[in-house]
Protein backbone atom coordinates (compact mmCIF):
# COMPACT_ATOMS: atom_id res chain seq x y z
CA UNK A 1 0.00 0.00 0.00
CA UNK A 2 1.56 3.42 -0.92
CA UNK A 3 1.92 5.80 2.28
CA UNK A 4 -0.62 8.78 2.37
CA UNK A 5 2.17 11.33 0.72
CA UNK A 6 2.24 9.31 -2.34
CA UNK A 7 -1.14 9.11 -2.74
CA UNK A 8 -2.80 12.03 -5.74
CA UNK A 9 -5.11 14.20 -4.09
CA UNK A 10 -8.46 12.63 -5.01
CA UNK A 11 -6.97 9.47 -2.94
CA UNK A 12 -5.98 11.35 -0.24
CA UNK A 13 -9.49 13.03 0.09
CA UNK A 14 -11.01 9.47 0.07
CA UNK A 15 -9.07 8.42 2.33
CA UNK A 16 -9.78 11.06 4.71
CA UNK A 17 -13.27 10.39 3.86
CA UNK A 18 -12.97 6.78 4.44
CA UNK A 19 -11.85 8.35 8.01
CA UNK A 20 -14.33 10.47 8.34
CA UNK A 21 -17.17 8.34 7.79
CA UNK A 22 -16.56 5.84 9.61
CA UNK A 23 -15.71 8.41 12.70
CA UNK A 24 -19.44 9.69 11.94
CA UNK A 25 -20.86 6.40 11.74
CA UNK A 26 -19.21 4.89 14.82
CA UNK A 27 -20.75 8.55 16.74
CA UNK A 28 -23.91 8.04 15.32
CA UNK A 29 -24.11 4.22 16.72
CA UNK A 30 -22.85 5.76 20.27
CA UNK A 31 -25.28 8.13 20.64
CA UNK A 32 -28.27 5.38 19.43
CA UNK A 33 -27.05 3.27 21.78
CA UNK A 34 -26.83 5.70 24.95
CA UNK A 35 -30.25 7.21 23.29
CA UNK A 36 -32.01 3.48 23.63
CA UNK A 37 -30.44 3.11 27.23
CA UNK A 38 -32.03 6.39 28.14
CA UNK A 39 -35.01 7.19 26.25
CA UNK A 40 -36.24 3.79 23.75
CA UNK A 41 -39.49 6.64 22.69
CA UNK A 42 -36.73 8.88 21.15
CA UNK A 43 -34.98 6.24 19.03
CA UNK A 44 -37.44 6.73 16.17
CA UNK A 45 -36.63 10.39 16.11
CA UNK A 46 -32.72 9.67 16.36
CA UNK A 47 -33.44 7.81 13.03
CA UNK A 48 -34.85 10.79 11.49
CA UNK A 49 -32.03 13.01 12.36
CA UNK A 50 -29.03 10.06 11.88
CA UNK A 51 -30.67 10.25 8.05
CA UNK A 52 -30.35 13.86 7.76
CA UNK A 53 -27.28 14.20 9.19
CA UNK A 54 -26.01 11.52 6.52
CA UNK A 55 -27.77 12.97 3.84
CA UNK A 56 -26.20 16.44 4.52
CA UNK A 57 -22.79 14.44 4.63
CA UNK A 58 -23.43 12.82 1.72
CA UNK A 59 -24.08 15.44 -0.40
CA UNK A 60 -21.60 17.39 0.52
CA UNK A 61 -19.13 14.46 0.25
CA UNK A 62 -20.34 14.10 -3.28
CA UNK A 63 -19.85 17.64 -4.53
CA UNK A 64 -16.50 17.66 -3.00
CA UNK A 65 -15.67 14.06 -4.90
CA UNK A 66 -17.14 15.19 -8.23
CA UNK A 67 -15.48 18.23 -8.88
CA UNK A 68 -12.25 17.25 -7.85
CA UNK A 69 -12.55 14.10 -10.06
CA UNK A 70 -13.92 16.33 -12.81
CA UNK A 71 -11.11 18.70 -12.51
CA UNK A 72 -8.69 15.82 -12.71
CA UNK A 73 -9.79 14.26 -15.76
CA UNK A 74 -10.05 17.43 -17.32
CA UNK A 75 -6.22 18.09 -16.73
CA UNK A 76 -5.62 14.57 -17.65
CA UNK A 77 -7.31 15.40 -21.21
CA UNK A 78 -9.70 12.17 -19.85
CA UNK A 79 -12.90 13.92 -20.85
CA UNK A 80 -14.49 13.11 -23.65
CA UNK A 81 -17.33 15.66 -24.62
CA UNK A 82 -18.84 13.94 -27.48
CA UNK A 83 -19.24 11.41 -24.85
CA UNK A 84 -19.21 12.64 -21.50
CA UNK A 85 -21.80 15.21 -22.18
CA UNK A 86 -24.61 13.26 -23.56
CA UNK A 87 -23.98 10.91 -20.01
CA UNK A 88 -23.91 14.32 -17.96
CA UNK A 89 -27.43 14.98 -19.98
CA UNK A 90 -28.98 11.70 -18.59
CA UNK A 91 -27.93 12.62 -15.00
CA UNK A 92 -29.30 16.42 -15.63
CA UNK A 93 -32.57 14.82 -17.09
CA UNK A 94 -32.97 12.48 -14.24
CA UNK A 95 -32.55 14.91 -11.47
CA UNK A 96 -35.05 17.49 -13.23
CA UNK A 97 -37.65 14.75 -13.85
CA UNK A 98 -37.06 13.99 -10.18
CA UNK A 99 -38.01 17.43 -9.04
CA UNK A 100 -40.65 17.77 -11.22
CA UNK A 101 -42.22 14.42 -9.69
CA UNK A 102 -41.75 15.89 -6.57
CA UNK A 103 -43.92 18.74 -7.58
CA UNK A 104 -46.45 16.43 -9.10
CA UNK A 105 -46.84 14.16 -6.03
CA UNK A 106 -47.71 16.88 -3.75
CA UNK A 107 -49.49 19.00 -6.05
CA UNK A 108 -51.65 16.16 -8.00
CA UNK A 109 -50.97 12.64 -6.47
CA UNK A 110 -53.39 11.00 -8.98
CA UNK A 111 -51.44 12.04 -11.50
CA UNK A 112 -47.90 10.42 -11.06
CA UNK A 113 -48.45 7.16 -12.87
CA UNK A 114 -49.40 9.13 -16.29
CA UNK A 115 -46.15 11.63 -15.25
CA UNK A 116 -43.85 8.21 -14.38
CA UNK A 117 -44.51 7.04 -17.91
CA UNK A 118 -43.85 10.20 -19.62
CA UNK A 119 -40.55 10.31 -17.82
CA UNK A 120 -39.63 7.15 -18.93
CA UNK A 121 -39.96 8.28 -22.44
CA UNK A 122 -38.05 11.69 -22.19
CA UNK A 123 -35.14 10.04 -20.09
CA UNK A 124 -35.31 7.55 -23.08
CA UNK A 125 -33.57 10.09 -25.37
CA UNK A 126 -30.40 10.98 -23.87
CA UNK A 127 -29.72 7.26 -22.74
CA UNK A 128 -30.58 5.94 -26.30
CA UNK A 129 -28.16 9.40 -27.40
CA UNK A 130 -25.18 8.09 -25.20
CA UNK A 131 -25.41 4.60 -26.76
CA UNK A 132 -25.39 6.05 -30.22
CA UNK A 133 -22.15 7.96 -29.37
CA UNK A 134 -20.31 5.60 -27.39
CA UNK A 135 -20.72 3.25 -30.57
CA UNK A 136 -19.75 5.65 -33.05
CA UNK A 137 -17.11 7.58 -31.12
CA UNK A 138 -15.14 4.78 -29.21
CA UNK A 139 -15.29 2.15 -32.22
CA UNK A 140 -14.37 4.68 -34.46
CA UNK A 141 -12.08 7.33 -32.38
CA UNK A 142 -10.69 6.04 -29.57
CA UNK A 143 -10.24 2.27 -29.60
CA UNK A 144 -7.36 0.99 -31.28
CA UNK A 145 -9.10 -1.61 -34.49
CA UNK A 146 -6.88 -4.44 -33.62
CA UNK A 147 -8.36 -4.20 -30.00
CA UNK A 148 -11.69 -3.59 -30.85
CA UNK A 149 -11.95 -6.69 -33.16
CA UNK A 150 -11.48 -8.73 -30.05
CA UNK A 151 -14.91 -7.72 -28.71
CA UNK A 152 -17.92 -9.49 -29.29
CA UNK A 153 -20.63 -7.44 -30.15
CA UNK A 154 -23.13 -10.63 -30.66
CA UNK A 155 -22.32 -11.54 -27.05
CA UNK A 156 -22.56 -8.50 -25.76
CA UNK A 157 -25.83 -8.14 -27.30
CA UNK A 158 -27.51 -10.98 -26.40
CA UNK A 159 -26.20 -10.99 -22.69
CA UNK A 160 -27.60 -7.39 -22.62
CA UNK A 161 -31.11 -8.21 -23.64
CA UNK A 162 -31.22 -11.67 -21.79
CA UNK A 163 -30.50 -9.91 -18.18
CA UNK A 164 -32.65 -6.55 -18.84
CA UNK A 165 -35.73 -9.13 -20.15
CA UNK A 166 -35.22 -11.21 -16.70
CA UNK A 167 -34.76 -7.64 -14.93
CA UNK A 168 -37.99 -6.54 -16.05
CA UNK A 169 -39.84 -9.42 -16.34
CA UNK A 170 -38.72 -10.53 -12.40
CA UNK A 171 -40.15 -6.94 -12.09
CA UNK A 172 -42.86 -7.06 -13.02
CA UNK A 173 -44.05 -10.53 -12.39
CA UNK A 174 -43.45 -10.32 -8.40
CA UNK A 175 -42.82 -6.26 -8.02
CA UNK A 176 -46.42 -5.11 -6.28
CA UNK A 177 -48.16 -1.77 -8.23
CA UNK A 178 -47.65 0.61 -5.13
CA UNK A 179 -48.12 3.95 -5.40
CA UNK A 180 -45.67 6.55 -6.04
CA UNK A 181 -45.64 9.25 -3.10
CA UNK A 182 -43.34 12.09 -1.87
CA UNK A 183 -41.99 10.13 0.68
CA UNK A 184 -40.89 6.77 -2.37
CA UNK A 185 -39.44 9.98 -4.00
CA UNK A 186 -37.43 11.75 -1.07
CA UNK A 187 -36.08 8.27 -0.04
CA UNK A 188 -35.32 7.37 -3.73
CA UNK A 189 -32.89 10.27 -3.59
CA UNK A 190 -31.68 9.95 -0.29
CA UNK A 191 -30.62 6.53 -1.00
CA UNK A 192 -28.75 7.47 -4.53
CA UNK A 193 -26.85 10.37 -2.66
CA UNK A 194 -25.65 7.90 0.58
CA UNK A 195 -24.96 5.42 -2.42
CA UNK A 196 -22.79 7.88 -4.19
CA UNK A 197 -20.74 9.23 -1.60
CA UNK A 198 -20.18 5.33 -0.50
CA UNK A 199 -19.04 4.31 -3.65
CA UNK A 200 -15.80 7.12 -3.48
CA UNK A 201 -14.93 4.94 -0.37
CA UNK A 202 -12.80 2.64 -1.92
CA UNK A 203 -11.31 -0.01 0.04
CA UNK A 204 -9.86 -1.59 -3.29
CA UNK A 205 -9.71 -0.40 -7.03
CA UNK A 206 -9.00 -2.46 -10.30
CA UNK A 207 -7.27 -1.29 -13.00
CA UNK A 208 -9.82 -2.29 -15.79
CA UNK A 209 -12.61 -1.00 -13.48
CA UNK A 210 -14.49 -1.88 -10.57
CA UNK A 211 -13.78 -1.48 -7.13
CA UNK A 212 -15.31 -2.69 -3.16
CA UNK A 213 -16.36 0.57 -1.93
CA UNK A 214 -17.46 0.85 2.02
CA UNK A 215 -20.99 -0.66 1.60
CA UNK A 216 -22.18 1.78 -1.21
CA UNK A 217 -24.82 -0.40 -2.71
CA UNK A 218 -26.34 -0.89 0.51
CA UNK A 219 -28.63 2.21 0.76
CA UNK A 220 -29.89 0.84 -2.43
CA UNK A 221 -30.83 -2.43 -1.16
CA UNK A 222 -32.82 -1.02 1.78
CA UNK A 223 -34.39 1.14 -0.14
CA UNK A 224 -35.83 -1.74 -2.37
CA UNK A 225 -36.62 -4.06 0.99
CA UNK A 226 -38.80 -0.68 1.78
CA UNK A 227 -40.17 0.41 -0.99
CA UNK A 228 -40.35 -2.76 -3.37
CA UNK A 229 -38.86 -3.71 -6.12
CA UNK A 230 -40.30 -1.67 -9.04
CA UNK A 231 -39.08 1.39 -7.53
CA UNK A 232 -36.14 -0.15 -6.70
CA UNK A 233 -34.92 -1.38 -10.08
CA UNK A 234 -35.98 2.44 -11.27
CA UNK A 235 -33.57 3.99 -8.73
CA UNK A 236 -30.36 1.37 -9.15
CA UNK A 237 -30.81 2.52 -12.88
CA UNK A 238 -30.44 6.08 -12.36
CA UNK A 239 -27.20 5.74 -9.77
CA UNK A 240 -25.92 3.42 -12.82
CA UNK A 241 -25.86 6.06 -15.00
CA UNK A 242 -24.10 7.85 -12.27
CA UNK A 243 -21.67 5.72 -11.54
CA UNK A 244 -21.25 5.88 -15.41
CA UNK A 245 -20.34 9.53 -15.26
CA UNK A 246 -18.03 9.19 -11.84
CA UNK A 247 -15.85 6.57 -13.59
CA UNK A 248 -16.55 6.22 -16.68
CA UNK A 249 -14.97 2.40 -18.22
CA UNK A 250 -16.77 2.24 -21.94
CA UNK A 251 -15.57 0.71 -24.63
CA UNK A 252 -19.63 -0.37 -26.53
CA UNK A 253 -22.98 0.45 -25.54
CA UNK A 254 -24.27 -2.73 -24.56
CA UNK A 255 -20.85 -2.87 -22.10
CA UNK A 256 -21.87 -0.35 -20.91
CA UNK A 257 -25.72 -1.00 -20.15
CA UNK A 258 -24.48 -3.81 -18.35
CA UNK A 259 -21.49 -2.35 -16.58
CA UNK A 260 -24.03 0.41 -15.26
CA UNK A 261 -27.37 0.97 -15.69
CA UNK A 262 -28.21 -2.78 -15.75
CA UNK A 263 -25.75 -4.43 -13.27
CA UNK A 264 -27.26 -1.68 -10.83
CA UNK A 265 -31.16 -1.77 -11.89
CA UNK A 266 -30.60 -5.55 -10.71
CA UNK A 267 -29.52 -4.50 -7.40
CA UNK A 268 -32.91 -2.78 -6.93
CA UNK A 269 -34.32 -6.60 -6.66
CA UNK A 270 -32.84 -6.72 -3.14
CA UNK A 271 -36.54 -6.71 -1.88
CA UNK A 272 -37.82 -9.32 -4.25
CA UNK A 273 -38.83 -11.95 -0.81
CA UNK A 274 -40.60 -9.25 1.02
CA UNK A 275 -42.36 -8.44 -1.96
CA UNK A 276 -43.86 -11.97 -2.00
CA UNK A 277 -43.85 -12.22 1.92
CA UNK A 278 -41.76 -14.97 2.25
CA UNK A 279 -40.02 -15.28 5.35
CA UNK A 280 -42.29 -12.19 6.50
CA UNK A 281 -41.20 -12.88 10.31
CA UNK A 282 -37.76 -12.75 9.36
CA UNK A 283 -36.38 -9.84 8.03
CA UNK A 284 -33.01 -10.32 7.96
CA UNK A 285 -33.34 -13.53 6.00
CA UNK A 286 -35.74 -11.96 3.59
CA UNK A 287 -32.91 -9.09 3.28
CA UNK A 288 -29.79 -11.35 2.72
CA UNK A 289 -31.26 -13.95 -0.09
CA UNK A 290 -32.86 -10.86 -1.46
CA UNK A 291 -30.06 -9.13 -1.49
CA UNK A 292 -27.75 -12.57 -2.88
CA UNK A 293 -30.45 -12.50 -6.07
CA UNK A 294 -30.11 -9.22 -6.73
CA UNK A 295 -25.91 -9.36 -6.20
CA UNK A 296 -25.79 -12.02 -8.08
CA UNK A 297 -27.49 -11.14 -11.25
CA UNK A 298 -24.96 -7.48 -11.02
CA UNK A 299 -22.40 -10.20 -11.31
CA UNK A 300 -23.31 -11.69 -13.99
CA UNK A 301 -23.61 -8.40 -15.67
CA UNK A 302 -19.80 -8.04 -15.15
CA UNK A 303 -19.32 -11.07 -16.27
CA UNK A 304 -20.31 -11.37 -19.69
CA UNK A 305 -19.18 -7.54 -20.34
CA UNK A 306 -15.66 -9.28 -18.79
CA UNK A 307 -15.73 -12.29 -20.96
CA UNK A 308 -17.50 -10.26 -24.53
CA UNK A 309 -15.43 -7.07 -24.18
CA UNK A 310 -12.38 -6.99 -21.99
CA UNK A 311 -10.92 -10.78 -22.86
CA UNK A 312 -7.76 -8.84 -23.90
CA UNK A 313 -7.37 -7.92 -20.42
CA UNK A 314 -7.31 -11.41 -19.55
CA UNK A 315 -4.49 -12.09 -17.54
CA UNK A 316 -1.27 -14.68 -18.85
CA UNK A 317 -2.65 -18.24 -18.60
CA UNK A 318 -6.31 -17.71 -18.31
CA UNK A 319 -8.58 -17.69 -20.85
CA UNK A 320 -12.01 -14.88 -21.19
CA UNK A 321 -14.09 -16.69 -19.69
CA UNK A 322 -11.83 -18.06 -16.59
CA UNK A 323 -10.60 -14.19 -15.98
CA UNK A 324 -14.16 -12.71 -16.53
CA UNK A 325 -15.32 -15.29 -13.72
CA UNK A 326 -12.41 -14.44 -11.20
CA UNK A 327 -12.00 -10.51 -12.17
CA UNK A 328 -15.17 -9.47 -11.95
CA UNK A 329 -15.48 -11.16 -7.76
CA UNK A 330 -14.97 -7.86 -6.46
CA UNK A 331 -18.66 -7.17 -6.62
CA UNK A 332 -19.51 -10.34 -4.72
CA UNK A 333 -17.27 -8.63 -2.13
CA UNK A 334 -19.08 -5.28 -1.77
CA UNK A 335 -22.12 -7.68 -2.12
CA UNK A 336 -20.91 -9.13 1.42
CA UNK A 337 -19.97 -6.51 3.07
CA UNK A 338 -23.39 -4.78 2.14
CA UNK A 339 -24.94 -7.91 3.36
CA UNK A 340 -22.99 -8.09 6.85
CA UNK A 341 -23.80 -4.05 7.44
CA UNK A 342 -27.36 -4.50 6.42
CA UNK A 343 -27.86 -7.63 8.19
CA UNK A 344 -26.50 -6.21 11.67
CA UNK A 345 -28.62 -3.15 11.68
CA UNK A 346 -32.09 -5.41 10.40
CA UNK A 347 -31.21 -7.33 13.21
CA UNK A 348 -32.00 -4.74 15.60
CA UNK A 349 -35.75 -4.68 16.40
CA UNK A 350 -35.78 -0.67 15.99
CA UNK A 351 -33.87 -0.10 13.20
CA UNK A 352 -36.43 -2.56 11.52
CA UNK A 353 -39.83 -1.28 13.26
CA UNK A 354 -38.82 1.98 11.58
CA UNK A 355 -37.88 0.57 7.99
CA UNK A 356 -41.03 -1.08 8.14
CA UNK A 357 -43.00 2.28 9.54
CA UNK A 358 -41.48 4.61 6.52
CA UNK A 359 -42.56 1.54 4.23
CA UNK A 360 -46.17 2.11 5.00
Known amino acids: MLSFAKLSYIEKCGQILLYFTVALILALIAVGVITRK ?9 YKYAIGILVGFSLCASVIMVTLTLDDMISN ?11 LSCVIVAILLFVGGLVVSMLKPQKIKAYALISL ?41 ALVVAIVSLTLIFGKKNKSNTKSIVYAAVCVALSFALSYIRLFRLPQGGSVTLVSVLPLMIYSYMFGIRKGVATGLIYGILQAVQDPWIIHPAQFLLD ?25 LNFII ?29 GAVAWGFLYN ?25 FVDKIAE
Not at 77 to 87: A, D, N, S, T
Request: glycine share 10%; proline share 4%; with cysteine.
Open 77 to 87: GEIIPKLFYPL
Open 38 to 46: LNRQKLTDF
Open 121 to 161: GIFAVPLIVSLVMISLYYKNEIVPSNWYSNVSNLGLWLGAV
Open 260 to 284: YPVAFASIGLSGILKEVNLFSKKPV
Open 290 to 318: GGIMGGLLRYICHVISGIFAFSSYAKAGY
Open 329 to 353: TFSLVDLALALVAGSIMLGTKYFSN
